[in-house]
């Protein structure tokens, strides 16, 4: 059953009446009192247009205003008649910013300076633990090498020839075995431990900086610090085979951290996950003896 238009009470506000078209209430609603008109009510009228500022021009639609027609641009990100030079930007493309170093858990990270002058401190002391303990097994080595390669250089100087026929000692290789094999046991004691439990060795102390996981500041562990120690120690067990040439494996670990400028780590960071922070300098405090 449909309800034929006409004014109603209003069912949200018996107080009130509104106009019923036959689907919907139309309209504001009126006093239930009052005398409502014969037919809907009617339709507000339009809002007045905004005043127009004192002194501005009053232009019609599709009516130029006075003055020079702006230039027509070109959108953005086009490129110019005559192209780009290079290395330029087209216009409205983003320009690079460099990103400063991340600072891992709130730290700086340290140098390469801090961090060259840490490895040459533990270099000078596994120096010196190796003359201790793997001191006589160079003295053997040493012994059994020099007269070696004296006797290659003599044959050289006399037939202008390189002697690659003749019989190396047969004690050297094995002492030069034993020699890398005493220097790779002292270098993981010295390091390993260190690193695994405080993050620093004896030069990473004086330096100040520490070695820190990268999602968190726990101790690093035993096997952490060991893959943070083997791609460094690893090339030299090819001591015996290809001499010094283990320090070029050594050197393109090391050269990723010049390479990489903002997170400073090197290939043995990489490997095991970790940073090297700088340590905040001690708060000092001044004592002063009361008068």
């Given at each position: 059953?449909?309800?034929?238009?006409?004014?109603?009470?209003?069912?949200?506000?018996?107080?009130?009446?509104?106009?019923?078209?036959?689907?919907?209430w139309?309209?504001?609603?009126?006093?239930?009192?009052?005398?409502?008109?014969?037919?809907?009510?009617?339709?507000p009228?339009?809002?007045?247009?905004?005043?127009?500022?004192?002194?501005q021009?009053?232009?019609?639609?599709?009516?130029?205003?006075?003055?020079?027609?702006p230039?027509?641009?070109?959108?953005?990100?086009?490129?110019?008649?005559?192209?780009?030079?290079?290395?330029?930007?087209?216009?409205?493309?983003?320009?690079?910013?460099?990103?400063?170093?991340?600072?891992?858990?709130?730290?700086?990270l340290?140098?390469?300076?801090?961090?060259?002058?840490?490895?040459?401190?533990?270099?000078?002391?596994?120096?010196?633990l190796?003359?201790?303990?793997?001191?006589?097994?160079?003295?053997?080595?040493?012994?059994?090498?020099?007269?070696?390669?004296?006797?290659?250089?003599?044959?050289?100087?006399?037939?202008?020839?390189?002697?690659?026929?003749?019989?190396?000692?047969?004690?050297?290789?094995?002492?030069?075995?034993?020699?890398?094999?005493?220097?790779?046991?002292?270098?993981?004691?010295y390091?390993?431990?260190?690193?695994?439990?405080?993050?620093?060795?004896?030069?990473?102390?004086?330096?100040?900086?520490?070695?820190?996981?990268?999602?968190?500041?726990?101790?690093?562990?035993?096997?952490?610090?060991?893959?943070?120690?083997?791609?460094?120690a690893?090339p030299?067990?090819?001591?015996?085979?290809?001499?010094?040439?283990?320090?070029i494996?050594?050197?393109v670990?090391?050269?990723?951290?010049?390479?990489d400028?903002?997170?400073?780590?090197?290939?043995?960071?990489?490997?095991?996950?970790?940073?090297?922070?700088?340590?905040?300098d001690?708060?000092r405090?001044?004592?002063r003896?009361?008068?």
């Open positions: 059953m449909t309800i034929s238009p006409g004014w109603y009470k209003d069912p949200a506000d018996p107080s009130t009446q509104r106009y019923w078209d036959g689907e919907g139309l309209g504001a609603s009126l006093p239930a009192d009052a005398t409502p008109p014969d037919g809907p009510p009617a339709a009228p339009p809002p007045p247009p905004p005043p127009v500022p004192v002194g021009p009053v232009h019609k639609v599709g009516e130029a205003g006075p003055g020079p027609v230039p027509v641009l070109p959108p953005a990100g086009g490129m110019p008649p005559g192209g780009l030079p290079p290395g330029a930007i087209p216009r409205g493309w983003p320009h690079p910013v460099p990103q400063p170093p991340v600072r891992p858990h709130g730290m700086p340290a140098t390469p300076g801090a961090r060259l002058v840490a490895r040459i401190v533990d270099t000078i002391a596994l120096v010196l190796n003359v201790v303990v793997n001191g006589w097994f160079i003295y053997l080595f040493l012994r059994e090498y020099i007269p070696f390669t004296q006797a290659i250089t003599d044959k050289w100087m006399e037939t202008g020839e390189l002697p690659l026929d003749m019989e190396r000692p047969a004690q050297m290789d094995a002492l030069l075995l034993v020699i890398i094999l005493i220097a790779l046991a002292l270098w993981f004691a390091e390993v431990p260190a690193t695994a439990h405080t993050g620093q060795t004896l030069g990473k102390r004086l330096a100040r900086i520490k070695v820190v996981r990268v999602e968190n500041l726990d101790p690093l562990g035993v096997g952490r610090a060991w893959r943070r120690w083997s791609p460094l690893m030299l067990l090819l001591l015996s085979c290809c001499g010094p040439c283990f320090v494996l050594q050197f670990d090391v050269i990723f951290l010049l390479i400028r903002q997170q400073r780590m090197a290939w043995h960071d990489r490997s095991a996950g970790t940073y090297v922070v700088r340590l905040p001690p708060v405090t001044d004592k003896s009361a008068s």
